[in-house]
T-cell receptor, first 113, second 116 residues
Framework: QKEVEQNSGPLSVPEGAIASLNCTYS??????FFWYRQYSGKSPELIMF????GDKEDGRFTAQLNKASQYVSLLIRDSQPSDSATYLC?????????????FGKGTTLSVSS | GAGVSQSPSNKVTEKGKDVELRCDPI?????LYWYRQSLGQGLEFLIY????????KSGLPSDRFSAERTGGSVSTLTIQRTQQEDSAVYLC??????????????FGEGSRLTVL
């Protein structure tokens, strides 16, 4: 069973701080990594994807990937109350049917004003 | 519409009844996924269709669950003899895949199933 592990939280940070969300995965063959944000009662929406080792920045968000350690993280700089949501890490898993996307259970982030 | 459409949005059923949940993906998207999300939990992978390939059914929790995708478009998830633990939001997502795609999934609003 291929797994994606996340700390469920809640992770609480004050407004303006850096929030750090972490994810580990078990399938060494995984090639693509995604971070989705899910507001309460809503469907997930993509915020970042990363394919190569290292950092990828998009505005206040930075995704970091280390394939050797099977670790991917998301940093949110200058956290805002509107960032309060559950963040889901997702990893591709290849099999005979194609490439499925497996999600972790998510980390709940709470940003206090 | 332009997005993934799911129906019904809400379904209340009695234990032991069969239910069908429908997903109409974004036109042209070759990949279609079904996930289940129980209250306060993450997304549990159920089944994945990619084009005309045999589906990846590895996430279906029991033989009471089945899904089909007709003509490479609309998909139906069927749950037979429903149990209370089947109560959850069932999310469908589609993806364009192929060249130029980053693999992003586009989710529908979900079908909330309540088994009494």
């Amino acid at each position: 069973q291929k797994e994606v592990e996340q700390n469920s939280g809640p992770l609480s940070v004050p407004e303006g701080a850096i929030a750090s969300l972490n994810c580990t995965y078990s399938d060494r063959g995984s090639q693509s990594f995604f971070w989705y944000r899910q507001y309460s009662g809503k469907s997930p929406e993509l915020i970042m994807f990363i394919y190569s080792n290292g950092d990828k920045e998009d505005g206040r968000f930075t995704a970091q990937l280390n394939k050797a350690s099977q670790y991917v993280s998301l940093l949110i700089r200058d956290s805002q109350p509107s960032d309060s949501a559950t963040y889901l890490c997702a990893v591709t898993h290849n099999n005979q049917a194609g490439t499925a996307l497996i999600f972790g259970k998510g980390t709940t982030l709470s940003v206090s004003s | 519409g332009a997005g993934v459409s799911q129906s019904p949005s809400n379904k209340v059923t009695e234990k032991g009844k069969d239910v069908e949940l429908r997903c109409d993906p974004i036109s042209g998207h070759t990949a279609l996924y079904w996930y289940r999300q129980s209250l306060g939990q993450g997304l549990e992978f159920l089944i994945y269709f990619q084009g005309n390939s045999a589906p990846d059914k590895s996430g279906l929790p029991s033989d009471r669950f089945s899904a089909e995708r007709t003509g490479g478009s609309v998909s139906t998830l069927t749950i037979q003899r429903t149990q209370q633990e089947d109560s959850a939001v069932y999310l469908c997502a589609s993806s364009p895949r192929g060249q130029g795609s980053n693999g992003e999934l586009f989710f529908g609003e979900g079908s909330r199933l309540t088994v009494l």
